[in-house]
Each structure stands twice: as structure tokens, then as C-alpha cells.
């Protein structure tokens, strides 16, 4: 069974500073992607970064890069100069092959707080 | 381009009536798939639809249905409402069904309230 898991309930970072976010997966399946996606306050779920399992490079996507490590089954969020928007709740989640078809599998997520 | 439409965005029904949930996709998106969100659940896959086809259903009870349109648009229907169904409502939309392509986007959601 996929699994997802992200070991930290809550977060503080500066403004200006990077931050990551932790999320480790599980699944057996060659062929899968991972997303990172913002959920704030409002409940509407803002998608911001793709990796797919055969991709070479971390993907990246402004502020956001995704540090994929395929040995370690890790794909860890990074925000660099984090802003006081940023504050949200923040979610891992994977899809994977088979007849998955467009299911995720969500991580319980983390909320970070971004502070002056 | 327009996002992931999703109606009504808040609304309030009572134990024992149904409720119907829409859910327009992204233009040219052909795969749509539905998400419960609860505090206690955590975010829960529905099921999936492409091309007029479920392809894909979570653990849910037979009262949660759906089905998608020719155009793509998709509904939910929950039936025989209990409180526990109180929740957020979430509809993704996707270009492709590969699991190892393709962004999924949401939309807004759906506040459900059962009283």
C-alpha cells in the first residue's frame, strides 16, 4: 500500500529565510509522481510543484524546489525566502502507477508559520 | 484559463437529506476525481472519473456516487446525509491519467455542513 508520512506537525521560519519541509513515501511501484501542494486558511487546495519518479533533475518552480532523493524515498519541500503568505498548511502527496489512474495519497500535512 | 469550478462553495443540510456537488474541470481536462477532507481523515480519495468512466473508487460507503458528463464536468451525490459527512469537499481535474506525468489541480471546495 502507498503510504505517505510527514514527521512534522508544525513549523516556524523567518521571514526571508528557507525552510523545508519533510515527507518520506512508500510504495513498490516503479512509476509514480509526488506533489507538493498549500492549503491556507481559505481550504483551497493550491498545487505547486510536480515530480515525476523518472524525472533526472529536482523540479523547481520559483521559490519551491522539490529535493527528490529516489534511494532514500524522500521528497522534501524547499522554500526559499519565505514570505508571510507562505503561511499555511502544506501537503505530500503521491500518485502511482498501476490502476491508480489520479488517486493521491495524502500526508497528514504540516503548517508552517512564517514570522517577522 | 480558467481554474477548477467547484459549486456550491458553502452549504447546509440536515441529517437524512442529499446534496448534489459540481465540479467543472480545467479546459481540455478529461479526468476529474473527488477528495473528502475532514479533521479526523485527513484528505480521503472519492473516486475518479475519465471519459464518462469511473476508473477508480475509495473506501466511501454506497451512499457517495458521482458521474461525469460529455463535457467533463463531473457531480457528486451524497445520499442519506449523517453528520460525519460534515466536511470539505475537494474536485481535482487532470490532462493526463499516467501516473508518472501530469499536474492535478483543485478547486476550491465544497463546505459541507450537516446538521
Known amino acids: 500500500a502507498q503510504k505517505i508520512t510527514q514527521t512534522q506537525p508544525g513549523m516556524f521560519v523567518q521571514e526571508k529565510e528557507a525552510v523545508t519541509l519533510d515527507c518520506t513515501y512508500d510504495?513498490?511501484?516503479?512509476?509514480?509522481?509526488l506533489f507538493w501542494y498549500k492549503q491556507p486558511s481559505s481550504g483551497e487546495m493550491i498545487f505547486l510543484i510536480y515530480?515525476?519518479?523518472?524525472?533526472?533533475q529536482n523540479a523547481t518552480e520559483g521559490r519551491y524546489s522539490l529535493n527528490f532523493q529516489k534511494a532514500r524515498k524522500s521528497a522534501n519541500l524547499v522554500i526559499s525566502a519565505s514570505q508571510l503568505g507562505d503561511s499555511a498548511m502544506y501537503f505530500c502527496?503521491?500518485?502511482?502507477?498501476?490502476?491508480?489512474?489520479?488517486?493521491?495519497?495524502f500526508g497528514t500535512g504540516t503548517q508552517l508559520k512564517v514570522e517577522l | 484559463k480558467a481554474g477548477v469550478t467547484q459549486t456550491p462553495r458553502y452549504l447546509i443540510k440536515t441529517r437524512g437529506q442529499q446534496v448534489t456537488l459540481s465540479c467543472s474541470p480545467i479546459?481540455?481536462?478529461?479526468?476529474v476525481s473527488w477528495y473528502q477532507q475532514t479533521p479526523g481523515q485527513g484528505l480521503q480519495f472519492l473516486f475518479e472519473?475519465?471519459?464518462?468512466?469511473?476508473?477508480n473508487k475509495g473506501n466511501f460507503p454506497g451512499r457517495f456516487s458521482g458521474r461525469q458528463f460529455s463535457n467533463s464536468r463531473s457531480e457528486m451525490n451524497v445520499s442519506t446525509l449523517e453528520l460525519g459527512d460534515s466536511a470539505l469537499y475537494l474536485c481535482?481535474?487532470?490532462?493526463?491519467?499516467?501516473?508518472?506525468?501530469?499536474?492535478?489541480?483543485f478547486g476550491e471546495g465544497s463546505r459541507l455542513t450537516v446538521l
Open positions: 481535482a481535474s487532470s490532462l493526463s491519467t499516467n501516473a508518472n506525468t501530469g499536474e492535478l489541480f
Open positions: 510504495t513498490s511501484d516503479p512509476s509514480y509522481g
Open positions: 515530480q515525476g519518479s523518472y524525472d533526472q
Open positions: 502527496a503521491m500518485r502511482d502507477g498501476g490502476r491508480g489512474g489520479n488517486k493521491l495519497t
Open positions: 479546459s481540455g481536462h478529461r479526468s
Open positions: 472519473y475519465f471519459s464518462e468512466t469511473q476508473r
